[in-house]
Every structure is written in structure tokens, then in C-alpha cells.
């Protein structure tokens, strides 16, 4: 039971990556930007959330870091896409080929970084409940604020006025942009808040989860966080749940090998990538059900005045 209690602590850690990096795109998404770029975002973040954190010593300052470089390099991409009309698809891989180069550029330095002693965490009381302490209660504070931050979006979309602006231009700009709205600035605001938790993710993953820098450490988990947005049918409660099961059977491999489990490690490194394909196969059977959730601008530009 102890074991399980472990997992369920490492699942609930692992699962908060996707969950930042998943419920960004999210946002992106239902404004009606594709970002393919959310590998790059969060390897760029990673560096400079480790970075600032060998430098202060500060881990919320390092979190800060990697939400601003997240930002920044949404920025960027959004100026291409939504005021230069460029293809969302390209820039995206784009954006993502040049963050894992530059960030592999300027982390050289940091590879034999070192942090300084991981603080730990643990809610009064509630830590000390046998199984369910271990388990649930003695997380990094930033567990806590990705599930708050899941139900805030989704109150945001479905019962906020500002929410289902966003939502209009996601489903049809035009008609937005005729009602007076200013499109292209709300998309551009979008982009930037789903690169901003992108690199939040990123910072957790190389201050937090690890806590390290080594070259392409994201190890395709940005791509997991966009096939996340599918899995959820664009609804931010199936982000959560989705990155918690896909969080899971990635701590899984080291469960099983802690528990001595003959089975070679190159199949168990291979199980949250073969739990993708197959859950996105599993859905794409029911193209009808994807259409009819997806905002209907996905991925098309948007020219004001055509």
C-alpha cells in the first residue's frame, strides 16, 4: 500500500506538466490557433526556470522565468501567424525545432548545474493521514494550483462573458470581428497566456520534477500536452484526468521496476507514447464526434475586412 501511495504522490507530479502545458494549448485552441510549438516553448522555459533558480536560489522566481520566456516565444510565434498570416503548422514546428536548438545552446552551462536543497511540502493535518498523506497531501504547491487553474478555465469559457468572446472567435472570427470585436488582439492574448503555462510546465519540469537541465529533457512531452487537447475534446476537466492517466503510465515504468518486474526498459519507456497513438486512434474512429467539438477555426487564418 505504501508503494501504491508512492505512485499515486509521482503520478499527480508528473501528470502537473501536462496539465499546465496541456491547458494552455487548450486556450490557444478554442481562440482558433493550431500551436504546434509547445516542445520548443517548454524546453526554452526549462533553461531559463533552471537558470534563474541556480542564480537566486528562488524557485517562484524561476517559475516566473519560464512563464515570461514561454510568453515570449508565444509572442512571437503569434505575431507570424495572426499578423503576418504565416502558416500555423510551419511556424509551430518552427518555433519548436528552434526552442529545442536554442535552449540545447544556452543550457551548455548548466548541464553540471546543481540546485540547492529541494524544500518539502505538506498541507497540516491532512499530511499525516496514513495513506492518503503520502498519496495526495504532500505535493509541491504548484500540484494544487494546476487543479485550481483547470476549474478556473473552465468556469472562464462556460460561465464568464469573457470566455465565451474567446470562444466566438474560436468558433467563427467573422462574425466576432462584424459583432466589434477585436479578433486578432484576443487571439494574440490567448496565444500568449497558453505559451505563458507552457512555460510554467517547462520550469516545474527542470525545477521541480527533476530538478535538472540536460538537453531535450522535455522528451516529447510537449507533443503528449497537444494530443492531450484531442483526447479532452478541447473540455479543460478531461485535460486534468488525461494528464493524470498519461502522468501515470509514465511513473508506472519505474513502479514496475522498482517492484523488480522483469520486463526490458526500453518497452516501459515506450508506454506513454504508445498510450497516445493508441488513445488518439481510439477517438480519431469517431471523426463526427471530434468535429463537433472542435472549434470550427482551428488552424485557419483570419484576414479582417475579406
Known amino acids: ?17 501536462l496539465a499546465l502545458a496541456g491547458i494552455g494549448l487548450l486556450i490557444n485552441e478554442r481562440s482558433g490557433i493550431l500551436n504546434l510549438g509547445a516542445e520548443g516553448m517548454m524546453l526554452v522555459a526549462a533553461i531559463a526556470g533552471f537558470a534563474t533558480a541556480v542564480h537566486t536560489g528562488n524557485d517562484w522566481l524561476a517559475l516566473g522565468a519560464g512563464a515570461v520566456a514561454g510568453a515570449l516565444m508565444a509572442a512571437a510565434f503569434g505575431a507570424l501567424v495572426i499578423w503576418l498570416n504565416t502558416n500555423q503548422v510551419a511556424t509551430g514546428l518552427a518555433l519548436s525545432l528552434f526552442g529545442g536548438g536554442f535552449s540545447a545552446f544556452v543550457g551548455i552551462n548548466y548541464v553540471q548545474g546543481k540546485l540547492g536543497d529541494r524544500p518539502q511540502f505538506n498541507i497540516p493535518l491532512l499530511a499525516d493521514i496514513p495513506w492518503f498523506g503520502p498519496a495526495l497531501f504532500r505535493q509541491h504547491p504548484v500540484v494544487y494550483m494546476a487543479m485550481a487553474l483547470v476549474a478556473g478555465v473552465a468556469w472562464f469559457l462556460y460561465r464568464s462573458r469573457a470566455g465565451l468572446v474567446l470562444r466566438a472567435v474560436g468558433e467563427s472570427p467573422e462574425s466576432a470581428h462584424a459583432l466589434g470585436y477585436p479578433v486578432r488582439r ?30 531535450g529533457m522535455v522528451a516529447g512531452k510537449g507533443w503528449i500536452a497537444l494530443a492531450l487537447t484531442t483526447f479532452a475534446t478541447w473540455r479543460p476537466a478531461r485535460i486534468l484526468l488525461g494528464a493524470y492517466l498519461f502522468g501515470g503510465v509514465t511513473m508506472l515504468q519505474f513502479h514496475l521496476q522498482g517492484q523488480g518486474v522483469d520486463i526490458p526498459s526500453q518497452f516501459l519507456s515506450m508506454l506513454p507514447y504508445v498510450a497516445t497513438i493508441v488513445v488518439l486512434v481510439l477517438i480519431s474512429r469517431n471523426a463526427a464526434w471530434i468535429k463537433a467539438n472542435m472549434p470550427a477555426s482551428l488552424g485557419q487564418p483570419f484576414f479582417p475586412g475579406s
Do not use: H, K, Q
Open 186 to 215: 484576443i487571439r494574440m492574448a490567448a496565444v500568449m497566456t497558453g505559451g505563458a503555462l507552457c512555460g510554467v510546465a517547462g520550469a516545474y519540469l527542470s525545477v521541480v520534477y527533476t530538478p535538472l537541465w540536460v538537453e
Open 1 to 17: 500500500m505504501d508503494s501504491f501511495a508512492l505512485l499515486i504522490a509521482a503520478t499527480l507530479n508528473a501528470g502537473t506538466v
